[in-house]
């Protein structure tokens, strides 16, 4: 114990044997103290201040291309949103157009079955127009030849020549009978 009070009490032993053991000069200490601080002063202004503006724009470049980031997906979300909407009102609009087109295709149709329809009548009433009059034609020329031919056979039948009024009368009278 004696001897580490004895090394407490002095101070210069231990500074002597530092010294001696490795070669501490205190001019050559603080002229390299000096040189540290000066080393330390130029770093911390010309290397230490550019490296940390370096970083901190290079800080400010990441967060701005951040926020950039969020305003794109914010875009576009909002631009598939607006596909979206703009589909299905397209969609909606395709539908209508189509449930207009089936309304006006399903008019349309009735409207030619009509006129088809009406027009097949016109046809009918037509063509009992012409049944008629080509039998009232074919009735007029049967009454004629059959007048004619009741003339003839009553001519040779009776064996004189009839005369025109004699002829219009059987003929009128066969017309008749086939009248009634």
């Given at each position: 114990?004696?001897?580490?009070?004895?090394?407490?009490?002095?101070?210069?032993?231990?500074?002597?044997?530092?010294?001696?053991?490795?070669?501490w000069d205190p001019k050559l200490f603080f002229a390299q103290v000096i040189s540290f601080i000066i080393v330390a002063y130029?770093?911390?202004?010309?290397?230490?201040?550019?490296?940390?503006?370096?970083?901190?724009?290079?800080?400010?470049?990441?967060?701005?291309?951040?926020?950039?980031?969020?305003?794109?997906?914010?875009?576009?979300?909002?631009?598939?949103?607006?596909?979206?909407?703009?589909?299905?009102?397209?969609?909606?609009?395709?539908?209508?157009?189509?449930?207009?087109?089936?309304?006006?295709?399903?008019?349309?149709?009735?409207?030619?079955?009509?006129?088809?329809?009406?027009?097949?009548?016109?046809?009918?009433?037509?063509?009992?127009?012409?049944?008629?009059?080509?039998?009232?034609?074919?009735?007029?020329?049967?009454?004629?030849?059959?007048?004619?031919?009741?003339?003839?056979?009553?001519?040779?039948?009776?064996?004189?020549?009839?005369?025109?009024?004699?002829?219009?009368?059987?003929?009128?009278?066969?017309?008749?009978?086939?009248?009634?």
């Amino acid at each position: 114990m004696n001897a580490t009070f004895l090394a407490a009490a002095s101070l210069g032993g231990p500074l002597i044997m530092t010294k001696e053991i490795f070669g501490w000069d205190p001019k050559l200490f603080f002229a390299q103290v000096i040189s540290f601080i000066i080393v330390a002063y130029l770093l911390k202004r010309f290397a230490y201040k550019p490296i940390l503006g370096v970083l901190e724009q290079r800080r400010q470049q990441i967060a701005q291309a951040h926020l950039n980031a969020e305003k794109i997906k914010q875009q576009l979300a909002e631009a598939e949103q607006r596909h979206a909407e703009i589909l299905a009102k397209a969609n909606a609009e395709a539908q209508k157009m189509i449930e207009e087109a089936r309304t006006s295709a399903a008019h349309l149709a009735d409207r030619k079955q009509q006129e088809a329809i009406a027009a097949a009548e016109q046809i009918l009433v037509k063509a009992r127009e012409a049944s008629a009059i080509e039998h009232e034609r074919t009735m007029t020329q049967l009454k004629r030849e059959l007048g004619r031919l009741v003339v003839e056979t009553t001519a040779k039948v009776s064996g004189k020549i009839l005369t025109p009024d004699d002829q219009r009368r059987l003929q009128e009278e066969a017309a008749r009978t086939l009248s009634a």
